[in-house]
């Protein structure tokens, strides 16, 4: 009987190391499995402590020179700052464009038709303020419908004769205009312009000598010919008046006296 419990013990002993054994195997088996799914340490990394998370950092602020530094397309050169403009003056009236300069006007705008204008004026003009034979006058003009300053030089003789050189300045671009830049401006055929101061002259004419034509039939056929002659239309000598009404400087050729006289004459069109 002891025997036969000394066998059973020893079959339960026999049983437990083996149960022991068996866990022992499993938990290398486990082991084994964790350490196959991780990445194997580097060098670098060996002995080195697991770096702490790295702190939120606040964005900078952006300096003056940042926010006004335009973005550049790459292959695009910077855009070049603007050429000042000249002109822009058309809201202006006479008085304020023109200053009396000794007896000449001044125009006292700052643009390159301006300065050309004044510099005419002083070197064409100037010696008349000193003469006893004649005497220099001018008059301005700009009508409220148009950005055209016309200035008039009159020369004034002791002869009664009397001569007329306008001037015409574009206010809006600055820029001088001759009388066929004056015609384009103001929409006008040069055609239709000359036709209009032919018949204008012509009238003149025989209002003036009308009662001469029988003392001097010939002669005065001549002068009245010379005076309608499409030669005589005045095509650059024109400005803009009172009211705006378009003027030109015409040559009545006379019977008597000198060859011809000038007078200021309106031909039909007006831009009040």
């Excluded at 002109?87 to 038709?113: K, M, Q, R, W």
């Excluded at 306008?166 to 040069?190: H, Q, S, W, Y």
């Amino acid at each position: 009987m002891k025997r036969l419990l000394t066998v059973i013990l020893a079959l339960f002993c026999l049983l437990a190391l083996t149960a022991c054994a068996g866990q022992a195997v499993l938990d290398d088996i486990a082991r084994q499995v964790a350490e196959d799914g991780a990445e194997p340490a580097t060098d670098t990394d060996a002995g080195q402590p697991e770096a702490a998370p790295a702190a939120e950092q606040e964005p900078e602020e952006a300096s003056d020179t940042d926010a006004e530094a335009p973005a550049e397309t790459p292959g695009e050169a910077p855009a070049l700052p603007e050429e000042p403009s000249h002109g822009g003056f058309e809201t202006l009236s006479a008085a304020e464009c023109v200053a009396d300069n000794d007896g000449l006007p001044l125009i006292t705008l700052d643009c390159p038709g301006a300065a050309e204008i004044n510099d005419e004026i002083e070197s064409g003009f100037r010696y008349l303020t000193y003469t006893d034979y004649a005497h220099v006058r001018y008059e301005v003009f700009k009508s409220d419908s148009t950005s055209v300053l016309s200035i008039v030089l009159i020369e004034d003789y002791e002869t009664d004769s009397r001569y007329y050189t306008p001037f015409n300045l574009d206010l809006v671009t600055g820029e001088r205009m001759d009388g066929e830049a004056l015609l384009r401006f103001l929409g006008l055929d040069t055609e239709d312009v000359t036709e209009a101061e032919l018949t204008v002259m012509g009238t003149e004419f025989e209002q003036t000598y009308g009662s001469m034509a029988e003392d001097a039939r010939d002669f005065w056929q001549d002068q009245y010919d010379r005076t309608v002659s499409p030669d005589n239309a005045e095509t650059e000598r024109l400005w803009l008046g009172d009211g705006g009404v378009l003027y030109f400087a015409a040559k009545i050729y006379s019977l008597a006296g000198a060859e011809y006289y000038e007078s200021p004459m309106a031909m039909g069109y007006a831009f009040p």
